[in-house]
């Protein structure tokens, strides 16, 4: 067997086992440090924390009857900043945000603030540069539940200089530069920054009024749990994550990033929560976390057509490994905010459970010619109770002018800077089981049909008949709603199935429109 060293921190480590199984291991397998038991696990990504700064260690995997080692050797801290030392109380009920927030300005380079067992009752906390945050075994960081109290972070700010056309961008909702309340962890502009666990953010969510009314803006836009903007080097680690006003964890415009063994959850009936959210980010990892929210799990974005315009950055090189994602409308989202496209997506060894949709693409025009989607791979995937395992959707209806002619009428309309573009996306060695209402629907737009679906290696098991309602896969108008259909594809210019097998479909042949090749193998 073999593993690897995902990251290391000053007082824990993340593995991952190269096994190829998805999110966990078939067997229990016992982890050794110098030589000493220390937890047994079937997680393929695994933390152990209590370590020393600054210290060499062995890290050894058994599974009963192969064992594989690796050295390594935990960051430096300069100090440990106990926040208790700054006044911090940790009772539920004082607010501790000013004791804390003085832990984190007086942390020099490569410091720990460290966050002891107890729960601290806070506002938004800002972060700084060259620092760890560390919360402890048993340690929750609890939000006010009262917006009046939250600092609102303005969307855009035009530079000092008249004749400077440059802007200063501190906050984002839903694609656009607006201005919003701050994040109960924010960093902006800041770098090689840690945050670590095994403790809690708790958004406090569930005892406020964050999600009564949820579309309408009351000061500013609701807020994320972690919101990172322009910052760079930054790594989550064993945190659990709950009960977010808004997207839980929301990267954006950052570059240089890990997430690692994270637990996302959120109430199945919150409005717009979703679990992971990186915008305009580069090199993004995801790896060993579960996540279960209100709305997609993972919503992959680039921003909408301002952003684009005037500060255009694609999301490029994310990978997302062995991770459970549970109960959202989207197990991975690409989209609808993708006005800077999104390329290069890797998504591998993860299990979709009871999601809506498992790969989903959601664009519309109006996106823009910058808003290309491409080398978009999911592959070794198991989708258990997925509705509908892969929708890709060219009319989706966001927006105020979502219903508008102009974003439905199905007939060609004119290419122009406008027009988004979807390339090719692949599937994969996946298995998909329980399905309802179809497992492909692909509705590309006329004027620009989706480039290349490939489906490969895949097995397909519908729901008894008598089991499955139907169902919308594509959120458009005049779509009708499906049940036990295999393929439905319109506006694709090459849909290629290789080794797909079908079982359950009560049609058997695909449905297919405008699609210029069709190859089956």
Known sequence: MEFAIAGVFSRSVTAELDNGERFETAKEITIFLNGQQRMTTRRNVFTLTGLLPDTTYELSVSDGQETAAHSFRTKRESVLLNVRRFGAVGDGKRDDTAAIQAAILSCP????????????????????????????????????PDRRHYPILPGMTRASNEK????????????????????????????????????????????????????????AWRPNILFFNHCTNIRVQNLSIQNSPGWA??????????????????????????????????????????????DDCIAIKSGKIYMAVNHFKRTDKVAIRNCLLERG?????????????VTNVRVSQCIFRETDRGLR????????????????????????????????????????????DYVQDQAPAPVDDKTPEIGRITLRNAECSGISASFLCAVGLPERPIRGITIENVSVSFLPEGER??????????????SGVGIYAQNVETL?????????????????????QFCTM
């Open 329 to 341: 409308h989207g197990s991975v989202t690409i989209g609808s905010e993708i006005a800077g496209g």
């Open 164 to 219: 400077d056309e440059e802007e200063y961008n501190l906050a984002s909702w839903e694609g656009n530069p607006l201005d919003a309340f701050a994040s109960l962890i924010t960093g902006i502009h800041v770098s090689n920054v840690d945050i670590t666990g095994p403790g809690v953010l708790d958004g406090n969510a569930d005892h406020s009024d964050w999600w009564q009314e949820p579309r309408i803006r009351r000061g």
């Open 109 to 144: 380079k490569d410091g720990t603030v460290y966050i002891p067992k107890g729960t601290y009752f806070v506002t938004p906390l800002f972060l700084k540069s060259d620092m760890t945050l560390c919360l402890g075994e048993g340690a929750t960081l609890l939000a006010d």
């Open 361 to 404: 693409v959601k664009t519309r025009r109006g996106r823009g010619e910058k808003s290309l989607l491409d080398d978009i791979v999911f592959e070794n995937i198991t989708m258990d109770r997925v509705h509908m395992p892969v929708t890709l959707n060219m009319f989706y209806f966001c927006d105020p002018d979502g219903h508008s």
């Open 469 to 482: 309602e139907p169902e919308h896969p594509v959120m458009m108008d005049n779509f009708p709603a499906l």
């Open 249 to 294: 964890v929301h990267p954006y415009y950052s570059d240089h990033l890990q997430f690692l063994n994270l637990t996302i959850t959120n109430p199945y009936n919150s409005p717009n929560t979703d679990g992971f959210d990186p915008e305009s980010c580069t090199d993004v990892t995801l790896l060993g976390s579960v996540i279960s929210v209100g």
């Open 496 to 516: 290629t199935l290789r080794n797909v097998s079908m079982e359950g479909d009560t049609k058997g042949e695909p449905c297919l429109y405008n699609v210029a």
